[in-house]
Structure formats: C-alpha cells, structure tokens
C-alpha cells in the first residue's frame, strides 16, 4: 500500500508553462518534504515544510502544505529545461529518517 | 566538504550470491539509511543506523542486513540474491537522524540480478 501519491506520474510540457504537482495521503504527517533526482543521481532535497497550510517559495517553485498535514502541492512557475527531473514528496510521521516516499512525477520540460 | 560516497556504482550479480555495498556519509553525520529504489515500488525504507546501532528497520526480508562503523561508515548486505532485488540502492546520512532534518543522498549503487 502506497500511503503517498502523487499526480500526475508523469508530465510533458514546454518550457514557460506552469505545472503543479500533487502529493496526498489519507495519513497524517509531522512533516513532508519534497526531492528532485536527477538520472543516475540521488534525491536532492528541495524544501521541508512542517506547519498545516504553510507555503514556502523558492525561486520559482512554491510549496504548501495542506492544513490537515495529509496533502502537499509544488507549483513551478515559467518552467525551464533545468526544471526537469523526478520530484519526489516524502514524509515522516515522526520515526527517525524513516522517510515515505511518493510514487513520484516524472517532468520533462522541452525546450 | 565531500558529499556521500557510495560503491560500486555498478554491480551485477547472478541468482544465488550475495552483494555488499558501501556507504561513507559526509564526515561529522552520525546517521546512515538506507533505501531501495524500483521503477514498480518506487523509493522504499530499508533502514538506519545511528552510533554502530540499527534504530529503525522497514518492510525487507532477513537478506537484506546493515551494519555501521564506527567512523559512521556503513555497509548493506543482501544474501541469496533474487531476480527481485535488482534495484537502485541508495544512501542517505545527517547529522543525527531525527525527524524532518535534512538527508543527503549519494549517488546510489545499481544492482543488476541475473
């Protein structure tokens, strides 16, 4: 059983456009955090938001965080062929470093 | 500052044996876990070490074992190898493993079973 999903798996879109990414779950989380990996490189992490309804930016990626701590959305703004990669949510419900991944999406932002 | 190093990159290995991969986290973390990464599953658990003592396991059969070091440095052992197990392996450490603070993820070794 997945307790993570996110949607779309996987998006095509040209570069400029906008995109948002969903993470849900019917569980509750302390915190959940968001990853990039790029092919044949490890998670890079992004961002970690701890705090129901919180939003976070960074540069041209905003974060929130549902206020139920169950959900979670990224939305990139403008993307670009750097924004392309796998994002992965990921969240803890308190254990240590024992992360629940997503199911990942999968961008590609064409030039 | 290095980042997490771990080796082989590659490795294949047929039915039957047994692999070992090594994991050196950046210097001064003290936590080391580990994940499985597949196309089907996705990034799962396998588990975590803190001061030579495994702290938290996920949802792998008794093959899969660990261990750290002393110097933090960790290794992950998969016995009887299964077509199943073809994966990315990958490490993560930081500074104390508590919840929510930042991992930093090596590279990963690619498993290949045949």
């Known amino acids: 059983t997945q307790l993570l999903e996110q949607s779309p798996q996987f998006l095509s879109i040209q570069e400029g456009e906008n995109l948002t990414v969903y993470c849900n779950s019917s569980?509750?989380?302390?915190?959940l955090q968001w990853y990039r990996q790029e092919p044949g490189e490890g998670p890079v992490l992004l961002v970690t938001?701890?705090?129901?309804?919180e939003v976070k930016k960074l540069k041209r990626l905003t974060f929130q965080f549902g206020d139920a701590r169950k959900d979670s959305s990224l939305h990139i703004t403008a993307a670009q062929p750097g924004d392309t990669g796998l994002y992965l949510c990921?969240?803890?419900?308190?254990?240590?470093?024992?992360?629940?991944f997503g199911t990942g999406t999968l961008l590609a932002v064409q030039p | 500052k290095a980042g997490v190093t771990q080796t082989p990159r590659y490795l294949i290995k047929t039915r039957g044996q047994q692999v070992t991969l090594s994991c050196s986290p950046i210097?001064?973390?003290?936590?080391v876990s580990w994940y499985q990464q597949t196309p089907g599953q996705g990034l799962q658990f396998l588990f975590e070490?803190?001061?030579?003592?495994?702290?938290n396991k996920g949802n792998f059969p008794g093959r899969f074992s660990g261990r750290q070091f002393s110097n933090s440095r960790s290794e992950m052992n998969v016995s009887t190898l299964e077509l199943g197990d073809s994966a990315l392996y990958l490490c993560?450490?930081?500074?104390?493993?508590?919840?929510?603070?930042?991992?930093?993820f090596g590279s990963g070794t690619q498993l290949s079973v045949l």
């Open positions: 070490y803190f001061s030579e003592t495994q702290r």
């Open positions: 210097s001064g973390h003290r936590s």
């Open positions: 569980s509750v989380f302390s915190s």
């Open positions: 938001v701890v705090t129901g309804g």
């Open positions: 990921a969240g803890d419900r308190g254990a240590t470093n024992k992360l629940i």
């Open positions: 993560a450490s930081s500074w104390s493993g508590q919840a929510n603070e930042k991992l930093f």
